[in-house]
């Protein structure tokens, strides 16, 4: 496994990270998991494009450009050898003596980076969710560091026998713990809309465009729990989970739904890509 931290490469699990690194003490930056396939980087595009909004989000300028990003992830894989692996690129603030304020004094971004192999999944049977309350604050659009309330959200759902957790805010269905997440309705794709509550996942963001692709009716809507007994089928999506099958939807008693949940209807979804 192959490390990057500001410049050099590094094993990732020695290198030595400073105490009062803002990264480390607040929490303060933002990452991206990019997915490489045959060594290629898959999305790249997308993915330096969301991590330049996210920066812009929490006001830490940019330390390379897009075509430095790149730079930096081709030597990184190439330095590894490694080519179905993930690719994870994180952007703190920097190093400075702790206080909330934004260092006064101006300081370099730390940038740190990891390549791991990623294991071939093989076949998968569907998956299960685990609802539970969405605890997360109400700028999920950026992709920070922060990640306690989906730690502990993904963990419940594995303590439950589940893949992922079903993350409900204000009684409609949100995303996953770290997955968008997706219905079928009627011959009819339905995913949240990009707002404020959910990460405008790159995976997401293909299966859009292969729907506008292949004629699949999409609407971006938030559905309510009570709805799920409508529902055909349902997936979710990630650079990790990539595109998930769900069979199963275990409740939560704060959260209740309309009728009990019954096992939901497998109905895979076939892509045929024409290359
Ligand atoms: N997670 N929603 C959340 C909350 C996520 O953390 C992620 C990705 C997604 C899917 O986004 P994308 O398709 O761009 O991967 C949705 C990454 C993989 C992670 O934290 O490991």
Same mark, same amino acid.
């Given at each position: 496994v192959v490390g990057y931290y500001n410049g050099q490469y590094v094993n990732p699990s020695e290198a030595a990270i400073a105490i009062d690194e803002r990264g480390h003490e607040f929490g303060d930056g933002i990452y991206e998991v990019i997915r490489v396939y045959g060594g290629q980087p898959f999305l790249l595009e997308w993915h330096i494009e969301r991590l330049q909004n996210s920066l812009n989000a929490i006001r830490i300028t940019s330390p390379y450009d897009a075509n430095g990003y790149r730079e930096l992830i081709q030597n990184l894989l190439e330095k590894s050898g490694e080519t179905e692996a993930s690719i994870y690129l994180q952007i703190t603030r920097g190093s400075a003596v &702790? *206080?909330? !304020?934004?260092? @006064?004094a101006e300081i370099t971004p730390n940038v740190s980076a990891v390549v791991r192999p990623v294991p071939d999944k093989g076949e998968q049977t569907p998956g299960k969710l685990l609802m539970q309350p969405d605890? &997360?604050? @109400? *700028?999920?659009?950026i992709k920070t560091l922060n990640l306690l309330p989906n730690i502990i959200a993904k963990q419940a759902a594995h303590d439950a026998g589940a893949d992922e957790a079903l993350l409900v805010r204000d009684g409609k269905m949100i995303e996953s713990a770290s997955s968008n997440l997706w219905f079928v309705r009627d011959g009819e794709l339905i995913t949240a809309p990009t707002? &404020?509550? =959910? !990460?405008?996942g790159i995976t997401r963001r293909f299966v859009l465009e292969l729907a506008n692709e292949l004629g699949i009716p999409v609407r971006e809507e938030k559905l309510s729990?009570?709805? !799920? /007994? /409508? =529902?055909?089928a349902i997936f979710i999506t990630g650079t990790l989970s990539e595109i998930f099958a769900i069979d199963t939807v275990l409740s939560h008693p704060d959260l209740p739904v309309s009728t009990p949940l019954q096992d939901v209807a497998p109905h895979p979804i076939v892509v045929t890509p024409d290359t």
């Open positions: &702790r *206080n909330h !304020l934004f260092p @006064a605890e &997360r604050w @109400a *700028n999920v659009y707002d &404020r509550y =959910i !990460l405008p729990v009570t709805e !799920l /007994s /409508s =529902i055909d």
